[in-house]
């Protein structure tokens, strides 16, 4: 194997200096500005209790949920074995918190890191092995792939740890990314009207305009910042 991988992210996981989300970027992405902006559905759609209860971003398969901007951060290193994929999506899963206290985890009860393949490789010898170790880890853990979906969603990632999201044109360039899916709170589609009140209630409006300026969209944006107050 010689592929090559990279991150897909959004949200404060891209621009956030805490020392454990610099040392990952620094250790095993490339620069910013090798970032590469990716068509992804993506919303407003957690509340989060460290952002004074308003919602950071979710991906999403919801109908209601539109194609928004991410980025996918490439690896510094080539992807050569089934082993360098999973050290990968253990530091980006050290990165969002996701480690447990007794070990490094790619899951916890409020969110999980899971693997895009680009479907070119189907018939790729080396995949079979990928497959199968990321299933084997995934088997390890008690976790929920519904917990991900809301009402009328379709499924977000499979039982084996494998997400269920649009393979877009940008994707074209690598052959695995990874990316952390977040459990909704709450379990419904949120307008843009509820997801500026929260922000106007709190006045705490950091996250959502951080995101804007770093060029980081969701296709709610321009209707969410037209109900803020001033």
Do not use: C
Not at 5 to 28: C, D, H, M, N
Not at 50 to 66: A, G, Y
Not at 108 to 115: A, D, E, P, Q, Y
Not at 178 to 202: G, M, R, S, W, Y
């Amino acid at each position: 194997m010689d592929f090559k991988g990279g991150a897909i992210i959004i949200g404060s996981l891209f621009w956030e200096k805490t020392p454990k989300r610099i040392k990952w970027r620094q250790v095993y992405l490339e620069t910013i500005e090798k970032k590469v902006p990716v068509r992804i559905r993506i919303r407003y759609g957690r509340k989060s209790s460290t952002r004074q209860d308003t919602f950071t971003m979710i991906v999403s398969n919801h109908p209601n949920t539109e194609f928004g901007i991410a980025y996918i951060l490439p690896f510094k290193e080539k992807i050569k074995n089934a082993r360098n994929l999973e050290s990968q999506a253990f530091a980006m899963a050290g990165a969002e918190g996701l480690w447990k206290k007794s070990e490094p985890s790619l899951n916890k009860n409020w969110g999980t890191v899971g693997l895009l393949i680009n479907p070119k490789l189907e018939k790729s010898r080396n995949l079979e092995t990928v497959r199968e170790r990321w299933a084997k880890l995934y088997s390890e853990y008690d976790w929920d792939k519904l917990d991900y979906q809301i009402e009328n969603e379709p499924e977000l990632i499979d039982k084996n740890g494998f997400l269920n999201i649009e393979w877009t044109e940008e994707m074209n360039d690598f052959d695995f990314l990874i990316a952390t899916l977040t459990v909704p709170d709450p379990k419904k589609f949120l307008d843009e009207q509820t997801i500026a009140d929260k922000i106007n209630e709190t006045g705490y409006d950091m996250y959502f305009l951080t995101n804007y300026q770093n060029g980081i969209r969701t296709f709610q944006d321009e209707r969410i910042i037209e109900k803020l107050k001033k």
